[in-house]
């Protein structure tokens, strides 16, 4: 079993949408970051939490640490919003943050207008 | 320009061959990853340093090697190259004194043939 297991691995929906992608982890974790990967390759980070909740724009980020669960939400989907999302953990060592991180399979998100 | 660069963007090779990737920054972070990224696998951390005197092996090491040449440099190399190190290759940058969160580089597609 995956450290990191996301879900869906697919999602398609139509513009305007409220998206959700689901994170659960196995380990203990310093913090959890979500990224974003558009067709082109890039990867830019959108995310890094560690508690609570955080905003960017239209984009939620919630995380339960007792849970060992984060959630990305995507509120008004656009097609612009079609990209991969990747969740990924930092390993808690000593309650250091090592840096190191273990990454989903993340989820192809297609919007549709 | 880009904070963090890689070259090439695109390598074809035939098995065998000694290849060479390059990652610069000007960020002025002391860590530096190098991943790679294979259709259905996600990311997965090959080598990592903290500083210039520190290299440390990730998951997936065997048959690669890193020079961490200056605090803005941090080469990956394959050796031999075999065809199943074909896949797409990004460095990244992190500053653990502010957020840890990290920059990736466009990424490399090798190809080995």
């Known amino acids: 079993k995956n450290e990191v297991e996301q879900s869906p691995q697919n999602l398609t929906a139509q513009e305007g949408e409220f998206i959700t992608i689901n994170c659960s982890y196995s380990?203990?974790?310093?913090?959890l970051h979500w990224l974003q990967q558009h067709p082109g390759g890039g990867i830019v980070s959108l995310f890094m939490l560690s508690s609570g909740k955080k905003k960017h724009g239209r984009l939620i980020a919630t995380i339960n640490i007792q849970e060992k669960h984060s959630s990305l939400h995507i509120t008004a989907s656009h097609p612009r919003d079609s990209a991969v999302y990747i969740c990924?953990?930092?390993?808690?060592?000593?309650?250091?943050?090592?840096?190191?991180?273990?990454f989903g399979q993340g989820t192809i998100l297609t919007v549709h207008p | 320009d880009a904070d963090v660069t890689q070259t090439p963007r695109n390598r074809i090779t035939k098995t065998g061959k000694r290849i060479m990737l390059e990652c610069s920054q000007t960020?002025?972070?002391?860590?530096m990853y190098w991943y790679r990224q294979d259709p259905g696998l996600g990311l997965r951390l090959i080598y990592y340093?903290?500083?210039?005197?520190?290299?440390n092996k990730g998951e997936i090491s065997d048959g690669y090697s890193v020079s961490r040449q200056a605090q803005a440099k941090f080469s990956l190399s394959l050796e031999s190259a075999i065809p199943n190190q074909t896949a797409l290759y990004f460095c990244?940058?992190?500053?653990?004194?502010?957020?840890?969160?990290?920059?990736f580089g466009p990424g490399t597609r090798l190809t080995v043939l």
């Open positions: 960020k002025g972070h002391d860590r």
């Open positions: 990924a953990v930092s390993t808690n060592a000593g309650g250091t943050s090592y840096g190191k991180l273990t």
């Open positions: 990244a940058t992190s500053d653990w004194t502010v957020t840890d969160t990290q920059y």
């Open positions: 380990v203990g974790i310093s913090a």
């Open positions: 340093s903290f500083d210039v005197k520190d290299i």
